[in-house]
């Protein structure tokens, strides 16, 4: 979707390393979700933001965390990354009252 | 908790042939139901949705899809595929809950025989 992209779309890493992904929405919407998406998994939600630094934990959030200082932007921190990390992240937005979620372009994280 | 299950992890049809892939979800009350398209290397895209009212929805690029809630699904159908259908679909429950938060399905890899 044109109103969301993210940051960087591709990034190798070595395990042990912090890595924060970025999500940039110039929709205004009020909520933005973080995903990852494994090979039959289909996409798994890790955190969530409803508001300006109002945000809660999904179903895979062991290792990630998250932040969101303005409503533009939510970021995606993996403290020390690890292999098992290694996945391609999607970031969503959605707005008040409106369910459906409009997808970035997705990032691609190795860890090594 | 809601959840979805989409049986076929892979479809392969042929150019021009009907298309059904199907959901199902588990949910107390009426969900919100969506399927969303993933082509190779892009972020998913809204195909259409269910909130409520007419059972049968249209979607984008002739797509539709009918919920039925006595059986618990909400199959999408194409009458005609195109080879550039091939993509990979899911489909998505949502509860209408505060975070406005989707669960979703594995996927359905569709390929598409020339």
């Known amino acids: 979707d044109a109103g969301i992209t993210q940051s960087p779309r591709h990034k190798v890493t070595e395990t042990g390393t912090p890595v924060t992904l970025r999500c940039h929405q110039t929709?205004?919407?009020?909520?933005m979700y973080w995903y990852r998406q494994d090979p039959g998994h289909g996409l798994r939600l890790i955190h969530y933001?409803?508001?300006?630094?109002?945000?809660d934990k999904g179903e895979v959030s062991d290792g990630y965390s998250v932040s969101r200082s303005k409503t533009e932007d939510f970021l995606l921190t993996l403290e020390s990354a690890t292999s098992s990390q290694t996945s391609v992240y999607f970031c969503?937005?959605?707005?008040?009252?409106?369910?459906?979620?409009?997808f970035g372009p997705g990032t691609r994280l190795t860890v090594t | 908790a809601q959840s979805v299950t989409q049986p076929d992890i892979h479809i392969t049809v042929s150019e021009g042939a009907s298309l059904e892939l199907r959901c199902n979800y588990s949910y107390g009350a009426t969900p919100y139901l969506f399927w969303y398209v993933q082509s190779p290397g892009q972020g998913l895209q809204l195909l259409l949705k269910y909130f409520s009212g007419d059972t049968l929805v249209q979607g984008i690029k002739g797509f539709e899809a009918e919920f039925k809630r006595s059986q618990s699904s909400f199959n999408l159908r194409k009458p005609s595929v195109h080879w550039s259908d091939a993509a990979e679909y899911f489909c998505?429950?949502?509860?209408?809950?505060?975070?406005?938060?989707?669960?979703f399905g594995g996927g359905t890899r569709l390929m598409v025989k020339p």
């Open positions: 933001s409803y508001g300006v630094k109002d945000t």
């Open positions: 998505a429950v949502g509860a209408g809950n505060a975070g406005n938060m989707l669960t």
């Open positions: 969503a937005m959605a707005g008040t009252g409106v369910y459906e979620q409009y």
């Open positions: 929709e205004n919407h009020r909520y």
